[in-house]
């Protein structure tokens, strides 16, 4: 490495601390983070009753954001009974034990939480550290991700910089939510895969990838589809290709066979009617009021979001270099459109394209464009290699 190429190393370093230092002080408190810090509770007190629990959880996060009960009826909401739902939580136990059943089908996120607590952290620390750390390591993924491809340290960095400042995983980083470190553990996987033809440690980062957001098995499903038909330009053995996507399965299964909340109560619950007791008295699922919602936001929500214009971009590079009778065209066309696919799929299942729920898809649009634009040959060949 060249003593440029060190100084940016070492630039790019400060710039992390700099940047952890800045989410950390400046952390947006959603009403999220009152689930996990009553399951970090709950796992390392097992016997401890829900109403200590509960008791324990809302005197920490009273002082940590006194405004905790400041949203008024009269706000816009969603669902109905939005507004009141979270007032409701602070007072019944019953009821906020019930609605953890919500947060606990992220069983590897959770972990994460609660090694940070049984470190030395406290209760929110520990929740919102989970979102710093995966930020930071992402943008050192994103950064050698990058070096690799274009063999140019400075130029790397300034679009590891740009990306680092894209709001969505600004927003992610900020919020108590497990959007951050499924991004990390979805690129990770592909980094592992694809570039480092490591099978077993990308099945692993898949797995917990899963296991931190369930609704990644959609997007892994068509991915793996996608290679199969290109095993022999992968270079991989379909038999590896069904023993991994089988672990990544039963990742997903046991997540659904320990679940208590169905899918309908949870659609009704975050876009019909907020159910105070979703798992003993649930409201019954309204097949119409599902469709008349779907209707409503579909064009919105993908309108506000950055797939349209990825797609704009994702068009132009590939008619740039597209062949009929090209295999690498067919398979990169293949990989974005089982990304569309995915998310379109996704937006049935839990109609919401909320930016930050989202920076895994837009990070590996971002990475393969890139990765396109910058050098001539295939993306899923077996070593990469800079060249225009």
């Known amino acids: ?73 009269q706000d816009e909401e969603i669902a109905v009974g939005e507004n009141t739902y979270y007032k409701v939580l602070s007072e019944n136990p019953k009821a906020y034990g019930e609605e ?32 710093i750390l995966s930020y930071v390591l992402i943008l050192v993924l994103v950064f050698c991700y990058l070096i690799r491809i274009l063999k140019n340290y400075p130029l790397a960095l300034i679009i590891t910089v740009i990306i680092s400042l894209f709001k969505p995983l600004l927003e992610a980083s900020r919020h108590a939510s497990a959007d951050s470190l499924s991004c990390l553990l979805l690129l990770l996987s592909l980094y592992t895969f694809i570039v480092r033809k490591k099978h077993l440690p990308a099945t692993i980062f898949a797995m917990l990838c899963v296991l931190t957001r369930p609704e990644y098995f959609i997007l892994y499903s068509f991915l793996y589809i996608v290679a199969y038909f290109n095993r022999n330009i992968l270079e991989i053995k379909a038999s590896k290709l069904f023993f991994s996507y089988g672990y990544i399965f039963l990742a997903f299964f046991l997540i659904q066979y320990f679940n208590q909340i169905s899918w309908s109560t949870l659609f009704m619950n975050q876009f019909t009617k907020v ?61 974005f459109a089982a990304i569309y696919i995915s998310v379109f799929l996704r937006f049935l299942v839990f109609p919401s394209l909320a930016n930050r729920m989202m920076i895994g898809f837009y990070l590996i649009i971002i990475l393969s464009l890139i990765y396109i634009q910058n050098s001539k040959i295939n993306i899923f060949k077996n070593s990469l290699e800079a060249g225009k």
């Open 275 to 335: 159910q105070i007791y979703p798992i003993s008295d649930p409201d019954p699922f309204v097949f119409s009021d599902y469709v008349k919602y779907l209707k409503k936001s579909m064009l919105l929500e993908f309108n506000g979001s950055y797939f349209s214009l990825l797609l704009l971009f994702i068009v132009i590079i590939l008619a740039n270099k597209f062949s009929w009778h090209s295999k690498k065209s067919w398979a990169q066309c293949l990989f």
């Open 100 to 131: 953890l059943q919500l947060f606990s089908v992220k069983p590897f996120y959770n972990f994460v939480n609660l090694m940070f607590f049984k470190s030395g952290f406290n209760l929110t620390t520990s929740v919102f550290l989970t979102s």
């Open 1 to 73: 490495m060249k003593k440029t190429d060190r100084l940016l190393v070492f630039i790019f370093s400060i710039y992390l601390c700099l940047m952890s230092y800045y989410l950390y002080t400046h952390q947006y408190y959603n009403v999220d983070l009152e689930a996990y810090a009553g399951l970090i509770y709950k796992a390392e007190y097992p016997e401890m009753k829900i109403e200590e629990i509960h008791k324990k959880v809302y005197t920490e996060l009273k002082d940590t954001n006194p405004k905790l009960f400041g949203i008024t009826p």
